[in-house]
C-alpha cells in the first residue's frame, strides 16, 4: 500500500511540475497572452482593453466569484474580468495565444467562457503561425437560452477533429452580427481538462488529506 502511495504520489509530483513548466493550471492549459484585439474591445462597463488589462481574458476564469455562472453578481463579489464588444462597431476580433499548444485529442479541445446577447454571432478559428487559419465552430446567441441571456456565462465548446490536425496556438473570435443585442464578452480560453490528468490530481488530493 506505501509503494502504491509513494507511486501515485510522484504521479502528482510529476503532473504539477509539468504544469508549472507548461503553463498549466488544474490540468488545463489556459491562454497566456493576448496577442491582438480591436479597437472597441471593452468590458461590460464600457472601459476599453489596454496592455495594463489583457489579463481579462487570461488564465483562469475569474468573473464569476460568487460560482453561479451568472457574471453580474457585482454586489456579490464578482468581476468585471472580460473583455468583447457591445452592440456598435463592426469587424471586432479579438486573438490570444498559448505559450503550449492546444492539442487535438480525442473529445473537446477547447473551451472559451463567456456571455453574448440573443442576436450574438462569431465565428472561432485556430492557428498555428497567426497567420493562416482554420476555423473549427461558431456561437450563436438565442434568445431566451443560453448563450443568449446577457450575463449568465456559457462554456463553448470546440472539437477540432476533422477540422485542425496541427498544434493551436493561437485562437481567435471575429464577430459576425452587429446592432441591437449582438453584445458578446470573454472571461477565458482554455483547452478542455483531460480525464486522466483529473484523475491523478484527485487521487492526490485524497493522499495528502489522509497524510494530514
Known sequence: MKNLQKSLMLLVVSALVASSQAALIDGQNWADSVTSYASQIQNYDGIFMDSTTEFWVLGQSDADQTGNMHAWDFDNGDLDY???????????????????????????????????????????????????????????GVSMQIPGKPGFLYDAVFDFAGLFSGDAYYVKVYRETTGSGSGMFFDSFASVPEPATMVILGLGTVLLRRKK
Not at 83 to 102: D, H, K, P
Not at 109 to 121: T, W
Not at 124 to 131: A, G, K, R, T
Request: aromatic share 6%.
Open 82 to 140: 472580460v473583455a468583447g464588444w457591445r452592440g456598435g462597431s463592426a469587424n471586432q476580433e479579438i486573438v490570444v495565444g498559448f505559450n503550449t499548444a492546444l492539442e487535438d485529442v480525442v473529445g473537446d479541445d477547447l473551451v472559451i467562457r463567456m456571455y453574448c446577447g440573443s442576436k450574438a454571432q462569431a465565428t472561432i478559428s485556430v492557428s498555428q503561425d497567426n497567420l493562416s487559419w482554420t476555423q473549427i465552430g461558431n456561437i450563436t
